[in-house]
T-cell receptor
């Protein structure tokens, strides 16, 4: 079975540009998570969907960040406009039940110049 | 909400020896889960082991075992017979029903296995 698929794996962009990160969760999983990892702040939960509905977006840094899950097999995380402090690795993860483990994608490394 | 604390930024162990990585958690929920993940230098997050709050036995998965002490709210990871490939960042994580089962991570412990 395919794991969680993220794209792009690497993105380099200039400050002010729009960035869209994509995620395809494991088929049959009903929860999807977006995390951001930096050296300074570790792994931070940005937003969490259950059955395509956002359950907790308290970790979304500011209005420049938005996330959607239009269907069970696709989610996007958008940053507009991007800033250098958004540089990080963004992980998407999915899960099939409440207390189950998360399965992570390989991450999208974002560099904003 | 679940709060996870890892107090060891880095640990060293000799190859073939056992090592314990510390993790404490803080939740008022009765139902919760505790997890350990490994992140090698290549960056992927690898699930290692899970312990449920109602599990009576400590979880084990091959060379990994979780030393679960509920009264102390600790969930330490024990790696037996360390191998060079165990050198990585290790994250403890937890979730609970009261926090909508969102998974919260500790800051991580960087383990280095010496030959």
């Amino acid at each position: 079975d395919a794991g969680v698929i993220q794209s792009p794996r690497h993105e380099v962009t200039e400050m002010g540009q729009e960035v869209t990160l994509r995620c395809k969760p494991i088929s049959g999983h009903n929860s999807l998570f977006w995390y951001r990892q930096t050296m300074m702040r570790g792994l931070e939960l940005l937003i969490y969907f259950n059955n395509n509905v956002p359950i907790d977006d308290s970790g979304m840094p500011e209005d420049r960040f938005s996330a959607k899950m239009p269907n069970a097999s696709f989610s996007t995380l958008k940053i507009q406009p991007s800033e250098p402090r958004d540089s990080a690795v963004y992980f998407c993860a999915s899960r099939d039940r409440g207390l189950g483990e998360l399965f992570f994608g390989e991450g999208s490394r974002l560099t904003v110049l | 909400a679940q709060k996870i604390t890892q107090t060891q930024p880095g640990m060293f162990v000799q190859e073939k020896e056992a090592v314990t990585l510390d993790c404490t958690y803080d939740t008022s929920d009765q139902s919760y889960g505790l997890f350990w993940y490994k992140q090698p230098s290549s960056g992927e997050m690898i699930f290692l082991i899970y312990q449920g709050s109602y599990d009576e036995q400590n979880a084990t998965e091959g060379r990994y075992s979780l030393n679960f002490q509920k009264a102390r709210k600790s969930a330490n990871l024990v790696i037996s017979a360390s191998q060079l490939g165990d050198s990585a960042m290790y994250f403890c994580a937890g979730n609970s029903g009261g926090s909508n089962y969102k998974l919260t991570f500790g800051k991580g412990t960087l383990l280095t296995v010496n030959p």
